[in-house]
């Protein structure tokens, strides 16, 4: 026990198998009917990789992102006569963007004119705040200097982005992988809203079952609400510190992978059938998942439509995550809502914000340089992986059987190891999964994550947020099914029984230390390999 130092459990030496730190690795990006690869796979690192193909293939239907730029993308403007007249979507956002702005009330306008159907619906009241409260000398450098950058990166879509993006729908087994300076220049367009037919709000719209992508919820605002409003103003710091940074003198040269995956349910586990051991645990009150997870598999606490408010006014766990790296916002141009045995996972996203404070306290603070290596296919060495966990109106829900198979399949799915063949997985960096926005007890969480990184033979790295307490239990819960060598399925059979009755009389903790001494043993002194 090493509750002085914090935490408790194995060492992040022993996690890393006797290393300080060790970076595992994806296989090297290859171009295949279910990864689609948008760069040349000649990877220099000196320049940003060579768009794939060479000439612009578009695709208008609806297995692909509807790009701005499509011929087939049409946009019907009236003229000063009141004509009506014809263009094309991308002719419209050019002569709308192509100007000197000189505040925000003229950049409000440009996208309006080719949103007009919003006119009424949008407002951009924290955009103009987020220059309000900047001083004189920032405010002139954006508009003389980023934004026409932006607009410039925005505007070289068709010639860096040059084939098709497929879609990661439900149910597929699909990879996109593309190089920085594209998900730069599709996240400029994000910025601008150019992206076609994904502003609709109902529930028949063809990317209804999509994230946002088109920032403008980001921009809107409310002046009654200041709280809500600054939050506002610092997510909008970090994007536009990300777009100072890849519009900096020297493009961005990495790549990113976006990997969806799903499993059906007859794949996953039968949980009550597994018999291997509860993995290796370090269990950390202090620290966090992105800080600290360097090496690790990273978990991130996602809705089921990737990012969740980040383009509005959500900012926990997930919607921090997509700011500081802003680059996993490109998922949600692609990634189509995720069903229960689904998950995505991002390899080579990079960190460019610090950050302070949490929710309503959040705060942009700096830049972050981030000396993550590369891989061979210029992926910075961090994975990221999206598992959306249940929400619980009622507390008493996660405890009956489906809650728990369903959550236990999620989190499956999310650790199963797409790293290099014949090596060990990586750890697991988690904390309070679905236990924040989503009401969920990490009592019950944290065993069901040990259960999913066991099947996957992964140790776990919990971070309890500041928790000294559920460190401790969660800490001593372990240890007790360590000493009584309680196997997945065993405590999987445990918490099945663990009904209303039960509930009634002992929390679930006090449940399983009675319940768990079923098979005294030899007490384990140290801890053993997952494997063993
Ligand atoms: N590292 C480790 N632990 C953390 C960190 C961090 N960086 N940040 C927060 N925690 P929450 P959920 C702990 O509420 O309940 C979003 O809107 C902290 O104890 O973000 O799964 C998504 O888009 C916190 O209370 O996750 C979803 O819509 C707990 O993790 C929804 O929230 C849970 O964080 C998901 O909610």
Redesign the pocket.
Known sequence: IHGSLGWQGTSMNEIFGGLDIFFNEQPPIRRSENHAVLFELTISLRRPPKPFPSQLVDRWSEHFVRMPHSPKCFYTTQNNTDDREVQTRWEVIQQALLQNFISTMHLEAAILSYNNKYVSQWNFTALHSFFEEIDEEETKKFFEKLLPNIINLALQLPSLVTDSIPLLKKHSNQSISLSQLQVASLLANAFLCTFPRRNAVTANSEYASYPYINFNGLFSGNARYPRKLSVKIEKLKCIIHYFRRVTASLDPVGTITIERRSVSRNNCPKWDKVKCPLPLLHINSEG???DQGAGLLQVD???KFL???VLNS?C?????RFLICPELLVTMLVTEVLDDTEAVIVTGAERYSNYTG?SDTFEWAGDYVDNTPRDSSGRRKTSIVAI??LYFTHEYRQYQGRSIIRELNKAYVGFISSEMPNTQPSGIAT??????????DPYLKSLIQLMAAAVNRRPVVY?T?G?KKLRDDVAKMYWHLIEYQVNVGQLFTLLQSYDSEAKRHQSLYDFLHKRAQVKPILKYFCARSPTS
């Open positions: 966090t998942i992105e606490f996602a809705n990012g969740g408010g959500g926990v766990q997930e919607e921090i949490y959306d966990a904390g309070n999964w679905g236990c924040g926005a989503f009401r969920g971070f947020f928790d």
